[in-house]
């Protein structure tokens, strides 16, 4: 059980290292290719679209063919694909390849929490298993910058992607032995294609400041919302729809300040890949260590969530001219932990709100609004100065701040007031 826990953990850190690795590369990508931020915004959110909007429905196919089988081959097709993206000729290309590895990795993550979810009944060990689960995924962010700055500076930005090859083989090995039955969850195909279409409209509208495509994305938002209703009835389950906002609003922090974040350590401070890995230390060394004590904490998220306020005032207060060098790692520190102290519980959260059987579909709806929230700070705060940037970031989350507090104290407090 252990080796096949390990392989799903692995699986996992290799979809998510895709989402952070790439970020110290995006300047030699430039340099290769000759292109715009709005460009290198897609080389970002072709994996980050197809796997939000594909997330939403890979969660039922997990459930419907079996979530060991799915999460085999989704690991398969990663590493094929990965390879593909490594030999790309061209950024139009690379684009392309990236959302079809997003594609294949929106089976391999639902279908890894539902494997867990069924082979580990509700309770305290269920509970440290998240844990551990959620860790994989710190790991995966800490280890993305490093690594691919390292990369980057051997052999360039392919070999971020040829890193997956071996990952894969090694994954797919360990977990060849994970059969579990299938559930009778009916796949609904088509509303997929719209919540990717709908997904990468809103994009490319805040990046190309594209009024076609936000004519398009209305029109869509309008069918989804009127006749592909029951497609989405995960919403209908109590209290998830909160919890999807929430995941949306620090993903949406966490994706723009990655990619900002590069960008300005690397072209404005002139540091290099490796160094930048080296400067997000502050950030990923929480999200790695915490999550194991942070599923302990009662009301996690009423410290986490907050905390990334804080931690984006900071970051905006150093983007905004000379300070103390030590203000952006403090920044950085304390979104880092303001995250460890959020996704664990949120997790959590949204998978002891359903039966097992359809964890594998919350799961992946919760994924899906998350990477909808990076991508769309990827494309609005890649348009800002950075100190506006964090700004934005600060106010996005800080709208969410109602959801995670205790009504009661919602409640205690405006009395105090009145």
């Given at each position: ?164 090859v071996p990952i894969g083989v090694v994954t797919w090995w360990l977990v060849r032995g994970v059969r579990l039955p299938a559930s009778p969850v009916r796949v609904r195909w088509v509303p997929q294609v719209g919540a990717a279409v ?221």
């Amino acid at each position: 059980m252990r080796l096949r826990f390990f392989g799903i953990s692995l699986g996992y850190f290799m979809v998510l290292l895709d989402t952070t690795i790439l970020g110290v590369a995006l300047p030699d990508l430039r340099r290769d290719f000759g292109s715009g931020t709005a460009a290198l915004g897609w080389v970002v959110n072709g994996y980050t679209v197809a796997f939000a909007a594909a997330l939403i429905g890979g969660g039922a196919v997990a459930d419907r063919f079996g979530p060991g089988r799915v999460f085999r081959y989704g690991t398969a097709a990663f590493a094929a694909v990965s390879g593909l993206c490594a030999a790309a000729p061209s950024l139009e290309v690379l684009v392309a390849s990236r959302a079809v590895l997003g594609l294949a990795g929106a089976v391999m993550v639902p279908a890894s929490l539902a494997i867990i979810s069924r082979l580990i009944p509700a309770g305290p060990e269920r509970v440290r298993m998240l844990g551990v689960w959620a860790m994989t995924a710190g790991v995966s962010v800490a280890a993305g910058p490093l690594l691919g700055g390292g990369l980057v500076e051997v052999a360039g930005w392919r070999a971020t992607f040829l890193v997956n090859v071996p990952i894969g083989v090694v994954t797919w090995w360990l977990v060849r032995g994970v059969r579990l039955p299938a559930s009778p969850v009916r796949v609904r195909w088509v509303p997929q294609v719209g919540a990717a279409v709908l997904v990468a409209c809103l994009a490319e509208a805040i990046t190309g400041r594209s009024v076609i495509a936000l004519g398009v994305g209305v029109v869509v938002l309008a069918w989804l919302a009127g006749s592909q209703r029951e497609a989405f009835s995960i919403l209908g389950e109590a209290g998830l729809v909160r919890w999807f906002v929430v995941g949306g609003a620090v993903q949406f922090l966490f994706g723009g300040l990655l990619f900002v974040g590069a960008l300005m350590l690397q072209e404005t401070r002139m540091l290099t890949p490796v160094e930048t890995g080296v400067a997000f230390l502050p950030l990923t060394v929480p999200i790695m260590v915490l999550p194991l004590f942070t599923t302990r904490v009662r009301r996690a998220m009423v410290i986490g969530v907050p905390l990334l306020v804080v931690g984006a005032a900071v970051l905006a207060s150093a983007a905004a001219g000379p300070v103390s060098p030590w203000l952006p790692a403090v920044g950085l520190f304390v979104v880092g932990v303001g995250i460890a102290f959020t996704f664990p519980p949120l997790v959590a959260a949204v998978t002891s709100a359903v039966p097992a059987a359809r964890a594998g579909e919350a799961g992946g709806m919760l994924n899906a609004t998350r990477q909808v929230g990076a991508a769309l700070g990827v494309a609005s705060m890649g348009l800002l100065p950075p100190a506006w940037a964090f700004v934005l970031a600060g106010v996005v989350v800080l709208a969410v701040v109602p959801l995670v507090v205790p009504r009661r104290r919602l409640l205690s407090g405006s009395r105090r007031l009145g």
